[in-house]
């Protein structure tokens, strides 16, 4: 079990999993295709997005969408396949999101769809709060708080 930055090879499992979970991930409820993706993985350094996957017995199992802004490191996205679900495999990306924060000196942020319940009850578990609402987007921004 490994977790890395996303390479070319994951891409068509990446786009998979998110088309099968688009409607949890984000507000503009669309699904993507490979050439999509590879465009936006193409500008990651202009964006400041970092794309993580990760592996389970050396398949892909998940991915952690990260965002570096000017005064925050920004969970866009993290979702693991059902069938690798209750692995511990998203806390794994979420410890991995910790690190990178930390590695850049930045609070850790996530953006959770209001209606997804599931998802902002998992971030508390993981030590997430709400600290704002958004209106224009309809998520909640929650932030990591540390011991």
Do not use: C
């Not at 999509?36 to 592996?55: A, D, L, Q």
């Not at 679900?85 to 000196?105: D, Q």
């Amino acid at each position: 079990m490994g977790i890395q930055e996303s390479k070319k090879e994951d891409f068509k499992e990446i786009v998979k999993l998110w088309n099968q979970e688009y409607k949890h991930l984000t507000t503009s409820k669309i699904k993507i295709s490979v050439k999509k993706f590879e465009n936006w993985y193409n500008f990651r350094e202009k964006t400041g997005y970092i794309y993580y996957s990760i592996r389970h017995k050396n398949k892909f199992a998940g991915l952690l969408f990260l965002q570096k802004k000017e005064k925050e490191l920004l969970i866009k996205a993290v979702a693991v396949k059902k069938k690798y679900r209750n692995l511990n495999l998203g806390g794994r990306l979420i410890k991995k999101a910790i690190e990178t924060s930390k590695r850049f000196n930045l609070p850790l942020m996530a953006e959770v769809l209001v209606n997804n319940i599931d998802a902002i009850n998992w971030f508390v578990t993981k030590r997430f709060f709400i600290i704002k609402f958004n209106k224009k987007t309809s998520d909640w921004l929650m932030m990591y708080f540390s011991k």
